[in-house]
């Protein structure tokens, strides 16, 4: 057994079953946001007007809906885990920081807490996750 398989091997004995409860649950949460989305897009587009972005506005709120709802599926499954994350950060990264910031800063950040988390959580799965699946 060469140096890597032990590496390899090593890591799947001690990989945390925590993080694989973590990662189904923002998948999961992430799928019911995309299917909420699905069952209100006038809402949707209302959010992606007040980016003033000269884009497509349909076509950037059927991208949001469906990148939210694949990439929960992949998440909760585990599959191609890194590439539904990296899909989902420009979401992430647009909810927190050009959605958000329209409605200005309060000091208990109601609006800015689960969109953060998700956007933490989706880049340390993008980074450092190996899922493993038995």
């Known amino acids: 057994m060469n140096l890597i398989h032990k590496i390899e091997h090593w890591g799947d004995t001690h990989h945390p079953q925590w993080i694989d409860y973590l990662r189904i649950a923002v998948g999961f949460l992430i799928l019911i946001k ?17 980016v003033n972005y000269t884009f497509y506005i349909w076509g950037g709120v059927h991208y949001i809906v469906f990148a939210q709802i694949v990439g929960g599926m992949f998440i909760i499954f585990g599959f191609q885990t890194r590439l539904a994350c990296l899909v989902l950060l420009p979401i992430l990264f647009g909810a927190v920081f050009f959605v958000n910031l329209t409605h200005g800063f309060s000091f208990l950040m109601e609006n800015y807490g689960c ?20």
């Not at 995309?34 to 007040?50: E, K, N």
């Not at 969109?115 to 038995?134: A, D, K, Q």
């Open 115 to 134: 969109p953060l988390l998700f956007y933490f959580c989706l880049f340390y799965f993008l980074l450092w996750v190996r899922v493993n699946i038995h």
């Open 34 to 50: 995309g299917m909420s989305f699905v069952a209100d897009l006038d809402r949707v587009s209302s959010l992606v007007q007040q």
